[in-house]
């Protein structure tokens, strides 16, 4: 238990009430400052980024009936010492001690009342600081479970602060709290010099702690449950296994839900796009809504439900502190190639999409490991790239299931293996050192808190829709008018057919064959004659030592916007439809596509270039957009294409002309 309330001692800094501009919420990993300000600020709360980083800090409002105006509350990323050299630290400190200090800032410092002494460094490095000050004695129920008790009164008056017992998970104290703020006062305290070692600091701490502390656990009580379920989910053997269950479990979550609210999204776009096409004129105009704006809208808010559960996910996992002691387990084998043991979610993520997984490398603390996470996530074979598998598996081998899934899978183990190849070459050259060891501390095993995994899934889906989406969408127009223009004039085959469909008392069936025929060949006309088809015929002499001629260009070209398109496009060269299924029509129909000499065009060398090209090459804009977004500008998002496009050219041109040499032709 916690024994007291915030205590109330002569004032020798009295402050007026009315004069708290801002709240700064500080404090360790783990200690539940954000579900602090999740109860402070609720639906107001909003993910910003401070200029030259890309640690979040959640910013928000809240209106105290005290008060005339509303208080800004910033939450401060978690640190352990306000002056390691870490991003962490920098913003921390420029928000306690540097420029962006205010005189009428309050600071809470969000203590874990489980582990004491370990919070009380950081609290004795921001009293000092000349702001209004208060400690919150968070988890007060978890520590009464563990038979510890904290004298809340004894720690004030150690500090010379107020000390507020509080839960943050369930509201109790956020009264006290608030009323500690509106008459905070100080009082001299018993602190360790300002350049304190760490072990002087830590010494300090740790008296302090076992003076407050008392209970049949004591200061330096193991708990017990913690150790046991630590000895199997830290365990080499035993922790790897349950990881692969839990991520197992995960997916099968993020595929089973998310399939629901994205094909409502798919079925209401489609709805609105028919609507659009009723109510408009043929034309430009309604061409230009139904198939650039809608359709880009609806290709970007398709990815909303997944990123969204994801990080609820993530966040209930996070909350539990099952996260640590994975990237514990994970840290032995990704560090021996440079990347750290937090970088399993990014990349596990990226498999169902590269998008929220460069978005989740946002947990990783040290820049140059994050920067190297995000460099090689798209490597990971995402959700995106399986039509284009299963057609190229396909088309490489006829009548043999068990050859082509292995195939499948190999496509999965060459990602995974080039980006572990990257991330070691890139170690060694533009991101130069190794991965940062990862010291972290185990937190407490505790119940997760639903209402933060809700509000940090509300704050990734619309920092994804306010930045990556907007111009995702603008990218999706242009590339649907390089793909519609010029117009192409009606062909004499296709005038013909149609004049031979419009022959009275022919049959229903032959006029829908004829037509559809005809619509096809219009189809694949307009393709090639249109900006994105001459850009296909221009830029052919580059791929043509992959073996690919224009119209396999043309698919590299328009997939550029999103791996998945390269079906579709292959459909309408071959004379099918645009949004027609892989069934089993299409793929002969595309096994059957000749070059201008008549050859075929999927050659099984060709084929299996395009396969590694598409499991190699950044074909997707989205990623990129994301990339430059959590990178802080262009060049990494340009290395990215540069690099993964280059990889692939490279592979493609090895595989094709291996197979052309041992006669594979």
């Given at each position: 238990?916690?024994?007291?309330?915030?205590?109330?001692?002569?004032?020798?800094?009295?402050?007026?009430?009315?004069?708290?501009?801002?709240?700064?919420?500080?404090?360790?990993?783990?200690?539940?400052?954000?579900?602090?300000?999740?109860?402070?600020?609720?639906?107001?709360?909003?993910?910003?980024?401070?200029?030259?980083?890309?640690?979040?800090?959640?910013?928000?409002?809240?209106?105290?009936?005290?008060?005339?105006?509303?208080?800004?509350?910033?939450?401060?990323?978690?640190?352990?010492?306000?002056?390691?050299d870490t991003p962490e630290g920098a913003i921390a400190r420029t928000a306690l001690h540097?420029?962006?200090?205010?005189?009428?800032?309050?600071?809470?410092?969000?203590?874990?009342?489980?582990?004491?002494?370990?919070?009380?460094?950081?609290?004795?490095?921001?009293?000092?600081?000349?702001?209004?000050?208060?400690?919150?004695?968070?988890?007060?129920?978890?520590?009464?479970?563990?038979?510890?008790?904290?004298?809340?009164?004894?720690?004030?008056?150690?500090?010379?602060?107020?000390?507020?017992?509080?839960?943050?998970?369930?509201?109790?104290?956020?009264?006290?709290?608030?009323?500690?703020?509106?008459?905070?006062?100080?009082?001299?305290?018993?602190?360790?010099?300002?350049?304190?070692?760490?072990?002087?600091?830590?010494?300090?701490?740790?008296?302090?702690?076992?003076?407050?502390?008392?209970?049949?656990?004591?200061?330096?009580?193991?708990?017990?449950?913690?150790?046991?379920?630590?000895?199997?989910?830290?365990?080499?053997?035993?922790?790897?296994?349950?990881?692969?269950?839990?991520?197992?479990?995960?997916?099968?979550?993020?595929?089973?839900?998310?399939?629901?609210?994205?094909?409502?999204?798919?079925?209401?776009?489609?709805?609105?796009?028919?609507?659009?096409?009723?109510?408009?004129?043929?034309?430009?105009?309604?061409?230009?809504?139904?198939?650039?704006?809608?359709?880009?809208?609806?290709?970007?808010?398709?990815?909303?439900?997944?990123?969204?559960?994801?990080?609820?996910?993530?966040?209930?996992?996070?909350?539990?502190?099952?996260?640590?002691?994975?990237?514990?387990?994970?840290?032995?084998?990704?560090?021996?190639?440079?990347?750290?043991?937090?970088?399993?979610?990014?990349?596990?993520?990226?498999?169902?999409?590269?998008?929220?997984?460069?978005?989740?490398?946002?947990?990783?603390?040290?820049?140059?490991?994050?920067?190297?996470?995000?460099?090689?996530?798209?490597?990971?074979?995402?959700?995106?790239?399986?039509?284009?598998?299963?057609?190229?598996?396909?088309?490489?081998?006829?009548?043999?299931?068990?050859?082509?899934?292995?195939?499948?899978?190999?496509?999965?183990?060459?990602?995974?293996?080039?980006?572990?190849?990257?991330?070691?070459?890139?170690?060694?050259?533009?991101?130069?050192?190794?991965?940062?060891?990862?010291?972290?501390?185990?937190?407490?095993?505790?119940?997760?808190?639903?209402?933060?995994?809700?509000?940090?899934?509300?704050?990734?889906?619309?920092?994804?829709?306010?930045?990556?989406?907007?111009?995702?969408?603008?990218?999706?127009?242009?590339?649907?008018?390089?793909?519609?223009?010029?117009?192409?004039?009606?062909?004499?085959?296709?005038?013909?057919?149609?004049?031979?469909?419009?022959?009275?008392?022919?049959?229903?069936?032959?006029?829908?064959?004829?037509?559809?025929?005809?619509?096809?060949?219009?189809?694949?006309?307009?393709?090639?004659?249109?900006?994105?088809?001459?850009?296909?015929?221009?830029?052919?002499?580059?791929?043509?030592?992959?073996?690919?001629?224009?119209?396999?260009?043309?698919?590299?070209?328009?997939?550029?916007?999103?791996?998945?398109?390269?079906?579709?496009?292959?459909?309408?060269?071959?004379?099918?439809?645009?949004?027609?299924?892989?069934?089993?029509?299409?793929?002969?129909?595309?096994?059957?596509?000749?070059?201008?000499?008549?050859?075929?065009?999927?050659?099984?060398?060709?084929?299996?270039?395009?396969?590694?090209?598409?499991?190699?090459?950044?074909?997707?804009?989205?990623?990129?957009?994301?990339?430059?977004?959590?990178?802080?500008?262009?060049?990494?998002?340009?290395?990215?294409?540069?690099?993964?496009?280059?990889?692939?050219?490279?592979?493609?041109?090895?595989?094709?002309?291996?197979?052309?040499?041992?006669?594979?032709?």
């Amino acid at each position: 238990m916690v024994a007291g309330s915030a205590a109330v001692l002569a004032s020798t800094n009295e402050h007026a009430s009315g004069d708290i501009g801002r709240i700064v919420l500080a404090g360790n990993p783990n200690t539940g400052k954000t579900t602090l300000f999740n109860a402070l600020c609720g639906a107001r709360a909003k993910t910003s980024n401070f200029p030259g980083t890309t640690t979040a800090v959640r910013t928000g409002h809240s209106r105290w009936s005290e008060l005339p105006q509303p208080i800004d509350i910033l939450d401060l990323p978690g640190v352990y010492d306000l002056y390691l050299d870490t991003p962490e630290g920098a913003i921390a400190r420029t928000a306690l001690h540097g420029n962006d200090a205010r005189a009428e800032d309050a600071v809470v410092i969000v203590v874990d009342a489980c582990n004491l002494a370990r919070n009380l460094v950081l609290a004795s490095q921001v009293i000092p600081g000349g702001h209004r000050v208060v400690v919150a004695l968070n988890m007060s129920d978890l520590a009464e479970r563990r038979g510890l008790a904290v004298d809340a009164a004894a720690l004030s008056r150690r500090l010379g602060i107020p000390v507020v017992p509080m839960t943050a998970t369930k509201g109790t104290g956020l009264g006290a709290l608030r009323t500690a703020l509106l008459t905070a006062w100080r009082a001299p305290a018993q602190l360790p010099p300002a350049n304190a070692t760490p072990e002087v600091a830590m010494a300090w701490a740790e008296g302090v702690a076992a003076g407050v502390t008392s209970g049949d656990q004591g200061v330096d009580g193991v708990d017990h449950f913690t150790e046991r379920l630590d000895r199997v989910l830290t365990h080499p053997v035993l922790g790897l296994l349950a990881f692969l269950a839990v991520m197992t479990g995960l997916f099968w979550v993020l595929f089973a839900l998310a399939t629901v609210p994205m094909d409502l999204i798919e079925a209401t776009f489609a709805g609105l796009g028919q609507m659009a096409e009723a109510w408009l004129p043929a034309g430009p105009v309604r061409d230009l809504l139904t198939q650039g704006v809608v359709g880009g809208i609806a290709g970007t808010i398709v990815f909303l439900p997944q990123i969204c559960l994801l990080f609820f996910l993530i966040t209930l996992l996070e909350d539990t502190g099952y996260l640590a002691r994975a990237a514990f387990v994970l840290d032995r084998v990704l560090a021996r190639f440079g990347l750290p043991g937090h970088a399993f979610v990014p990349l596990l993520t990226s498999h169902a999409c590269a998008l929220p997984g460069i978005m989740s490398a946002r947990l990783i603390p040290d820049r140059r490991d994050r920067l190297a996470t995000i460099l090689v996530a798209p490597f990971m074979s995402c959700s995106a790239r399986l039509p284009v598998y299963v057609l190229l598996t396909t088309l490489l081998f006829a009548g043999r299931p068990a050859a082509a899934g292995l195939a499948f899978a190999g496509c999965y183990l060459l990602g995974a293996a080039a980006a572990l190849f990257t991330a070691w070459l890139f170690g060694r050259t533009i991101l130069p050192g190794r991965a940062q060891p990862l010291i972290l501390e185990l937190p407490t095993y505790k119940m997760p808190s639903l209402r933060n995994a809700v509000l940090a899934a509300k704050d990734q889906g619309l920092s994804f829709l306010t930045t990556a989406g907007t111009v995702i969408v603008a990218i999706c127009v242009v590339m649907w008018w390089l793909s519609a223009y010029p117009k192409v004039p009606v062909t004499p085959q296709v005038e013909n057919l149609r004049l031979q469909a419009s022959v009275p008392g022919l049959g229903e069936d032959a006029v829908t064959t004829l037509m559809a025929e005809a619509d096809a060949l219009q189809s694949k006309a307009e393709q090639a004659g249109s900006f994105a088809g001459q850009m296909g015929h221009a830029v052919a002499p580059v791929f043509e030592p992959l073996g690919f001629d224009w119209q396999l260009t043309v698919g590299v070209l328009t997939s550029f916007l999103a791996r998945e398109v390269f079906v579709s496009t292959m459909s309408v060269l071959a004379g099918g439809q645009a949004d027609a299924e892989l069934d089993e029509g299409v793929v002969a129909s595309i096994r059957g596509m000749t070059r201008d000499d008549g050859r075929a065009v999927f050659t099984p060398a060709a084929a299996a270039a395009a396969l590694v090209f598409f499991v190699l090459a950044m074909q997707c804009l989205p990623t990129l957009t994301v990339t430059r977004k959590e990178t802080g500008g262009l060049k990494y998002a340009a290395l990215q294409l540069g690099y993964m496009s280059g990889l692939a050219y490279v592979v493609a041109f090895v595989v094709y002309q291996s197979l052309r040499a041992a006669g594979v032709s």
